[in-house]
T-cell receptor
Framework: GQNIDQPTEMTATEGAIVQINCTYQ??????LFWYQQHAGEAPTFLSY??LDGLEEKGRFSSFLSRSKGYSYLLLKELQMKDSASYLC??????????WGAGTKLIIKP | TAGITQAPTSQILAAGRSMTLRCTQD?????MYWYRQDLGLGLRLIHY???????GKGEVPDGYSVSRANTDDFPLTLASAVPSQTSVYFC?????????????FGEGSRLTVL
């Protein structure tokens, strides 16, 4: 079956670094996304990986290992505004997005 | 730029009544999607449309219908609402020529069926 797994909730401290993991099992693979969703708002695009390796974009980086079916989102220099849910999603072979349930990140001062 | 507009933003509906959630985009995107989001579950695809004039069923299509008469509009209809359809509904779009396939989301419609 197709599945995307990520932790339900994580807590981190302002100014620190946090890594949110995502494992996936999809029929075929055509890329993996990370989205950010603040409470009561729509998801917004953070990153897209289709090749193995690390993609860096400011304080946020995303890593992909296709052989391991694994990705992570790395957030550096955490700010209170980073408190949100982080959604992992992957395209399957039919180009339909399969979504994880999201990881709620709580930032403490 | 408006992007994607959904209406209404919030609605309380009696069970058995019909309801249409509206979605309009001004980005000339070909593909459009309707998702529902429930606590503890990922976004689940209800229906999609790859281009005007075509629609397809997603993961949870029962009780919902869609139409795609033109590029901009993709309404979602609940013919006879049931309490299990209480959810937050997101409309999204994607340009087929995009290099990442990034989805752009509307602000969501919160529906409560009593």
């Amino acid at each position: 079956g197709q599945n995307i797994d990520q932790p339900t909730e994580m807590t981190a401290t302002e100014g620190a670094i946090v890594q949110i993991n995502c494992t996936y099992q999809t029929s075929g693979f055509n890329g993996l996304f990370w989205y950010q969703q603040h409470a009561g708002e729509a998801p917004t695009f953070l990153s897209y990986n289709v090749l193995d390796g690390l993609e860096e974009k400011g304080r946020f980086s995303s890593f992909l290992s296709r052989s391991k079916g694994y990705s992570y989102l790395l957030l550096k220099e955490l700010q209170m505004k980073d408190s949100a849910s982080y959604l992992c999603a992957g395209w399957d072979s039919n180009y339909q997005l399969i979504w994880g349930a999201g990881t709620k990140l709580i930032i403490k001062p | 730029t408006a992007g994607i507009t959904q209406a209404p933003t919030s609605q309380i509906l009696a069970a058995g009544r019909s309801m249409t959630l509206r979605c309009t985009q001004d980005m000339r995107h070909n593909a459009m999607y309707w998702y529902r989001q429930d606590l503890g579950l990922g976004l689940r695809l209800i229906h999609y449309s790859n281009t005007a004039g075509t629609t397809g069923k997603g993961e949870v299509p029962d009780g919902y219908s869609v139409s795609r008469a033109n590029t901009d509009d993709f309404p979602l209809t609940l013919a006879s609402a049931v309490p299990s359809q209480t959810s937050v509904y997101f409309c999204a779009s994607k340009g087929l020529a995009g290099d990442t396939g990034e989805l752009f989301f509307g602000e969501g419609s919160r529906l409560t069926v009593l």
